[in-house]
């Protein structure tokens, strides 16, 4: 399976090297390396408040180059930034012409700057195609064995979260077909960004639960991991954007499914569809996808209501089983997303995390509520280890 390092550059983006709460500089870089030339780059970077947009962007391009952001093998580039309305035609102007995957979400950097962004490369790749069309964008990258592709889509033809998530997912059977597979069999991980979630959010739900109803998926034979969580676009009648990663290559048995139902419940006890998190198993390593994680306990129940330290100690805990019951532990995450319903809680929540194994993980720290306004914050992650099966 061969051996697994990390690798971490630091950055403190508060003025004058300190913000009250916080512990220390800040990780933004981790790297995934079995010394073959196909090892793998996650960034998680923010940008410095109190400048305008633009100059608050290319600062953090200019840092994101300079850290070594700039290669050929950047596969997904995703903006966070404060006024997507505003800002997404210079952010669009800025990245035009790259050969990567690009998002642009409507969520706040917490610190109050305007503008951050995540980063996953990958090493290793043959090849790099992207399809960029008035409906929506493809990218896929080749690797020896496998075609790894992102899918998003730009527009919405109808109206309500209930019809734009089923056309999501319309749109999403025409991209598995073309890369010679359907969306049950190549899909295995969305991030679903829902504008206003405390109004729109049940529309989302029930329109994914009757395209998964559709696709004939069920507790049994799994749903897909996911992220649902309050998110824009610049259209403000687009209430929808999903971001899909497909994979194809792929035998039976190497995609597991994440759970941990002693500590936090299967999502189908509270009428939702998605997995807690799918493990892909290769040959030199394994890729864990760990959906929107929340303080939840075995019975579908909020945890700790109100209390937004020990909400997020138990958000870690259900991540940290989830990991461990799928061969890894929380050490090997490469990056996470923290999602905030309240701007005022970041420094408790930062400060639980500098007490935690993320305190080394290379994250984002933003506002944007969860899908049940009880829920005070939601933890995403991507993690990367050496536990691979040489039969793939």
Known sequence: TGNWKTWSTTYNPFKGGERKGMAGKLREIS????????GERFFCMTAEPGGSFEEELHSLMDRYRESGGDGGDEFLLR???SDPARQSELLSRVVKGRRSYVSIVGQPPANGSRVALEAWHLGGMLGKSKEETEEGTVLVARRK????????????????SHDQMQEEFRWLDRVAAAQGGTVPALVHRTWIYCRDI???YRGLVEGRNESFDRYGLSPENHYIASTGIEGCTETPGRLLHMDSLGIAGLK????????APDYLSPTHLYRVAFERGARIVYGDRSHYFISGTASIDAAGNIV???NVKRQTV????NMRALMERSGGSLSHLKQAVVYLRDWADRDVVECALMDSPLAHVPHLLLKAPVCRPGWLVEIDGIAVNGAGDSSF
Do not use: I, K, S
């Open 79 to 81: 903006f966070h930034v």
């Open 314 to 317: 138990r958000t870690l805990e």
């Open 31 to 38: 790297v995934w390396d079995d010394g073959t030339g196909t």
């Open 304 to 306: 700790h209501p109100g």
């Open 252 to 259: 039976q048995g190497q995609v597991r499914y994440m759970e």
């Open 145 to 160: 064995h496998y075609r790894l592709f992102l899918a998003g889509r730009r527009t919405a033809a109808v109206c309500g």
């Open 198 to 200: 405390d109004n729109n």
